[in-house]
């Protein structure tokens, strides 16, 4: 069974263009959750898509958006970069909704740089 | 608001030993803690989730615990190797349903 795929895996832009990265879970799983993780920070969550609806979100200002299509794959868009938006973005996935009985798979993570 | 903090920071032991690594948290009413090991600028491997009811799982040399009542858990790790050289991170899944990771602990097993 293949793993979490994430696509790019390397990116570089400047600031104020927008990104978007996309991810494709484990099959069958559906829910899709991503992470931003920096040295000066760590890992934090950003939203979780379950069934095509986001189901929760972590404190990151609206230019970071996402989607999740019928076929649990899922888009993450950050729009006007900045600087500070240079991470690996980490996307994971689960049978059923975090918070449940659920073990999360991850991705190997798309490295952005923003010049 | 659930924080998780690791101790300690970075370790750095010979090939052989046995080691513990602590995963502290804040508020007990999580639903479960997962071990997750990650590899320089790659992604996370999941070691072992040990759901709210459980008192310890185990997978070959990994032996973790979770006391809820006391807000811990401990990822044992018997007869280390120098392919056991990782960042080691615990998460736990809380109430508001996000997983909140903890800061890591960088082991380093020399050989």
């Known amino acids: 069974k293949a793993g979490v795929t994430q696509t790019p895996r390397y990116l570089i832009k400047t600031r104020g263009q927008q990104v978007t990265l996309s991810c494709s879970p484990i099959?069958?799983?559906?829910?899709v959750s991503w992470y931003q993780q920096t040295p000066g920070q760590g890992l934090q969550f950003l939203f979780e898509?379950?069934?095509?609806?986001?189901?929760n979100k972590g404190n990151f200002p609206g230019r970071f958006s996402g989607r999740q299509f019928s076929n649990s794959r899922s888009e993450m868009n950050v729009s006007t970069l900045e600087l500070g938006d240079s991470a690996l973005y980490l996307c994971?996935?689960?049978?059923?909704?975090?918070?449940?009985?659920?073990?999360?798979?991850f991705g190997p993570g798309t490295r952005l740089t923003v010049l | 608001k659930q924080e998780v903090t690791q101790i300690p920071a970075a370790l750095s032991v010979p090939e052989g030993e046995n080691l513990v690594l602590n995963c502290s948290f804040t508020?007990?009413?999580?639903?479960?803690l997962q071990w997750f090991r990650q590899d320089p600028g790659k992604g996370l491997t999941s070691l072992l989730l040990?759901?709210?009811?459980?008192r310890e799982q185990t997978s070959g040399r990994l032996n973790a615990s979770l006391d809820k009542s006391s807000g811990r858990s401990t990822l044992y790790i018997a007869a280390s190797q120098p392919g056991d050289s990782a960042t080691y991170l615990c998460?736990?899944?809380?109430?508001?349903?996000?997983?909140?990771f903890g800061t890591g602990t960088r082991l380093k097993v020399l050989a």
């Open positions: 994971a996935s689960s049978l059923e909704a975090v918070g449940t009985y659920n073990e999360q798979f």
């Open positions: 040990i759901q709210s009811s459980q």
């Open positions: 898509y379950f069934s095509e609806t986001q189901r």
């Open positions: 508020d007990s009413a999580i639903y479960n």
């Open positions: 998460a736990v899944t809380s109430g508001t349903y996000k997983y909140i």
């Open positions: 099959s069958g799983h559906r829910s």
